[in-house]
């Protein structure tokens, strides 16, 4: 056969398709099958969606798909793909169709003095960032910030919107590598047209290094926190009342007049387990808190009892993780290498993780789940780039190359939004990014 004739019997193999999706018109097409080229890849197959689109809704504007079979992601051409599965290519495909997830939107930059090390982006009325300059700030909307936490002798570490009830304040904490963690008040309904400098009304002491992770219980009424001394502490968030046993309360005299107290207080109990750095903390559940170290384990405590009922070891030292997807039961986390791992503690060989994604070209500095989804979760890494995971298929959905230097936070935000910070003094906001 010579080449022409090769050519002309590859470009007129063609498979039957149905496109089916749980999108909302205009975006549904007509569920009659049609032919289509089998050497289509996805952005073909995004150009086909969106012509069938178009016929129905001559205004749509396109917009790239991407496209499962079988409940897997197409990440090679429909001819490859189906060779790989071994699918018949005789009948007819039913393909579903979802907006692609990428960001749509760099919003404008929000300057820090110093690199950004923390990011929450839980609440939805702003972003909370740690940075090393020592201070927490609040961002109303990006460029804009409306608080600046002041207090900490050294750099932030992490931050933690502790509770999300009250529609006139919040509480939110911060670690720092001066030893300490504190608690402050925000006042999100304020209209301020600049920022207002704010004091903690708690320290939290009694850390022997410095403080590297901390998180909320749900309730709100306690925070864990990581340390560089291998140890995990347990605080009460309350203001002072009668259960309280504050070390000392500071009061500071304001303006000649009024007097500002400022409690101090120790932590109501310690975990101890871990033989080195303890890089991340989260507390999913009331009586659960898990953590990584950079001794390369991963372990789940209970919280009553204090011991570890579950210890994972990776072989790597680990700087991150977050639990989410199926049933909020994954353990995601990432450490000193390019490889993004999770694991299924409910499994019984769970020391094994069920998914590693390594498309990363240095450490892994962050990861989290979205918390509308089982498949979604993201991923930072010292090589710049926030990365965008489907447990549906091996490849990053998309990559943010937003920043210049190493990223050390990311964090969704509104539900369609990423979040970040690093090296190079900015937090970047990522919008539009339609997970479903």
Same mark, same amino acid.
Not at 309 to 314: A, S
């Given at each position: 056969m010579d080449k022409d004739n090769f050519g002309e019997e590859e470009m007129s193999r063609r498979v039957q398709v149905r496109f089916v999706t749980k999108l909302k018109p205009p975006?549904? /097409?007509?569920s009659a099958s049609i032919a289509i080229p089998a050497n289509l890849t996805r952005l073909g197959l995004s150009t086909v969606v969106n012509n069938l689109i178009q016929s129905g809704s001559p205004d749509w504007n396109a917009e790239p798909f991407d496209f499962l079979i079988d409940g897997e992601l197409i990440r090679m051409s429909l001819e490859q793909f189906l060779l790989a599965k071994g699918i018949s290519a005789e009948k007819i495909l039913e393909i579903e169709y979802i907006r692609a997830i990428a960001p749509r939107k760099e919003e404008d930059a929000s300057e820090h003095e110093d690199w950004v090390s923390a990011v929450d982006g839980s609440n939805p009325k702003f972003i909370l960032t740690g940075c090393y300059d020592g201070l927490a700030r609040v961002w109303d909307a990006p460029g804009s910030c409306s608080h #600046? @936490?002041?207090?900490h002798g050294d750099a932030i570490t992490s931050v933690s919107v502790v509770d999300q009830e009250g529609a006139e304040s919040v509480c939110v904490a911060t670690a720092s590598k001066d030893r300490t963690l504190r608690l402050w008040k925000i006042h999100t309904e304020a209209s301020l047209n600049s920022s207002v400098t704010i004091r903690a009304f708690k320290i939290l002491r009694g850390h022997k290094a410095s403080v590297q992770s901390v998180s909320a219980r749900s309730a709100g009424d306690m925070i864990c926190s990581g340390s560089w001394d291998c140890t995990i502490n347990l605080w009460n968030t309350k203001e002072l009342g009668a259960d309280d046993n504050p070390v000392t309360v500071k009061k500071r005299k304001v303006n000649n007049q009024v007097e500002e107290s400022q409690m101090e207080e120790e932590a109501v109990s310690t975990l101890v387990g871990h033989t080195q750095c303890v890089s991340s /903390? #989260? &507390?999913p559940q009331p009586e659960t808190i898990y953590s990584? !170290? &950079?001794d390369h384990s991963v372990r789940r405590w209970d919280v009553e009892t204090g011991k570890d009922? @579950?210890? #994972?070891?990776?072989g790597k030292a680990l700087n991150c993780l977050d639990i989410g997807g199926e049933a909020s039961a994954l353990i995601a986390a990432g450490g000193s290498d390019p490889v993004l791992r999770i694991w299924d503690p409910r499994k019984p060989a769970s020391s094994a993780p069920i998914f590693q994604f390594s498309s990363h070209a240095s450490w892994i500095s962050a990861c989290k789940w979205h918390d509308k989804s089982w498949f979604h *979760? *993201? !991923?930072a890494s010292y090589d710049g780039k926030i990365m965008l995971w489907d447990l549906r298929t091996a490849w990053p959905l998309a990559v943010i190359d937003s920043h210049k230097d190493k990223v050390f936070c990311a964090d969704w935000w509104r539900g369609d939004c990423v /979040? !970040?910070?690093g090296m190079d003094s900015k937090l970047r906001v990522s919008s539009g990014i339609p997970i479903q």
């Open positions: 975006l549904k /097409v007509p #600046i @936490l002041g207090g /903390v #989260i &507390w990584t !170290s &950079w009922m @579950l210890n #994972i070891f990776c *979760l *993201l !991923s /979040v !970040s910070g």
